[in-house]
């Protein structure tokens, strides 16, 4: 049995080993479920197994279902990387094994946050006074932004809902828009108000709130307590709700609260040739981002931002006989997060934060949204292709007609563009998803990943038009054979 130096080596080793070949290995994974249990299933071992195997076994057996993610032909979702200094100090964090729920568990883990919390807030422009949470991801900081809301305007309709639930409590409005992540209604079901119970504002074709719909929507809505919550930054066109009206036609309610869900497209603040998406942040009263994604630091690591921190320490606070409350200016970052015990999140942030330093924090966000644009222009010309989005961000919407019909009804375009993004998947240069936007299947393209270079876009830019025209050789073939039979 290995010593535990020897153990940790060899799993940097592993892990080393895994992020030099990452490139350079099929972005998709190559193995099946029914694979995947064959090698990593069985029962319980009934005795223990030597910690270097059990390691050992687990890189070699879980290896075939990785998804490069860490690499940079990773365009799914909205999914970055991780940099270098961020899974080093992730891995501190688990040798350390703090509990980052209170200073008293871990003064590092507090004081980390503390500072990640100031330099987040200067990044984002945001006011300084404003308190923080690490959590999870951007689904339970929009819970914590969503809890601190509903404390607020409830206590200012004289009702106590941390004391006595929501039965019977004032009637919340919810206004969001047409366009909100579907996380939003997951925060708003975990909070009491009902994923659909909400009052839906219309967006344009980008995906954006109209602010004249929300002002009409308000318009009856004076005498209730109100949460509204706005989006910058939508998970397919990268569009972002205009704050600057929201924000003025939210502050005309005497009982309002504004929610700001910017999971990645906050990080737009990062940058002076993109800070204007942004206009208007510091008007809402708590925000939404991820880490995860354009901070690029492991998973999971999600950010909750609220400017009324006695709302946000009031609505997710809790105590007990045996805690040992922080003393003076320390902070206890379990009471801003639902979890008590935690991981200590901070250490990744505040170490991808140094890694990076402003300069790099605006060259990140600024290079992933000029490859975007690379990449859209690539594919612009490529036959029977429609770019669905304007490309204002990292996210770019791509609609494939068979280049022999590129007026071929709907479904067979949808049909086509799938294929398309299956034979992407397939081909394993780089990896991609598809959506629905405004009813039409597109393939998304998300660019969050520190190390993608022009090459990577270039190369995956080829790939990608490579697959469309095999869909397309196939397509002919099987209409000839279909003509022939
Ligand atoms: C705008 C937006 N909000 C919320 C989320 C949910 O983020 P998480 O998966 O970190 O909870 C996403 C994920 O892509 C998003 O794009």
């Known amino acids: 049995m290995p010593d535990r130096r020897t153990l940790l080596r060899q799993t940097a080793d592993l892990a080393a080993d895994f992020l030099e070949g990452v490139a350079d290995r099929p972005v998709r994974a190559s193995a099946t479920h029914d694979e995947l249990v064959a090698a990593l299933g069985g029962e319980l071992p009934a005795r223990g197994e030597a910690p270097g195997e059990v390691v050992a076994d687990l890189a070699r057996a879980a290896e075939p279902g990785i998804v490069a993610t860490a690499g940079p032909r990773f365009f799914g979702f909205v999914i970055g990387g991780s940099l270098p200094s961020a899974v080093a100090a992730d891995w501190l964090a688990s040798a350390w094994d703090q509990n980052g729920f209170s200073f008293v568990t871990s003064p590092a883990a507090s004081v980390v946050e503390e500072t990640a919390a100031r ?75 009902g994923g659909e119970r909400v009052i839906v504002v219309d967006a344009d074709g980008q995906g954006r709130m109209r602010p004249d719909a929300l002002r009409a929507s308000l318009a009856g809505l004076r ?83 609220v400017r009324d921190g006695p709302a946000h320490y009031g609505a997710m606070g809790h105590g007990a006989a045996y805690y040992v409350a922080a003393e003076g200016a320390a902070r206890d970052s379990g009471n801003l997060v639902a979890e008590s015990s935690r991981r200590a999140r901070g250490f990744t942030v505040y170490a991808a934060l140094r890694e990076l330093g402003r300069d790099g924090l605006t060259d990140l966000v600024d290079r992933c949204c000029a490859l975007a644009r690379r990449m859209a222009d690539g594919l612009r010309d490529a036959p029977g292709v429609t770019i669905l989005n304007d490309v204002v961000l990292n996210q770019v919407l791509v609609r494939f007609a068979p280049p022999d019909a590129p007026d071929a009804d709907a479904a067979t375009v949808d049909a086509f563009t799938r294929d398309v993004i299956a034979a992407v998947q397939a081909d394993g240069t780089c990896w991609l998803g598809g959506t629905t936007w405004h009813g039409m299947a597109a393939m998304r ?3 969050s990943n520190w190390s993608t270079t022009e090459a990577d876009a270039d190369v995956s830019v080829a790939a990608i038009r490579r697959c469309a025209e095999s869909v397309a050789a196939r397509r002919a073939s099987d209409a000839t054979a279909a003509v022939g039979s």
């Open 119 to 193: 330099w987040l807030l200067e990044v984002f422009g945001l006011p300084p006074e404003s308190t923080v949470g690490f959590t999870t991801g951007a689904t339970m900081a929009t819970f914590a932004g969503f809890a601190a809301a509903r404390h607020r305007v409830l206590q200012r309709a004289g009702w106590d809902v941390e004391k006595d639930g929501l039965i019977g409590a004032p009637d919340i409005a919810v206004v969001v828009g047409a366009e909100a992540h579907a996380t939003i209604a997951a925060s708003l079901r975990l909070v009491g108000l």
């Open 223 to 305: 005498d209730r307590p109100v949460i509204v919550s706005a989006q910058s930054g939508n998970v397919n066109t990268g569009a972002f709700d205009p704050l600057p009206e929201i924000v003025a036609a939210v502050r005309e309610l005497p009982n309002a609260w504004l929610h700001v869900d910017g999971a990645f497209g906050l990080w737009a603040a990062a940058s002076p040739s993109l800070r204007h998406l942004v206009a208007g942040l510091d008007g809402a009263d708590s925000w939404t981002t991820d880490a995860h994604k354009w901070l690029n630091v492991p998973y999971d690591s999600g950010i909750a931002i």
């Open 445 to 447: 393209i998300s660019v």
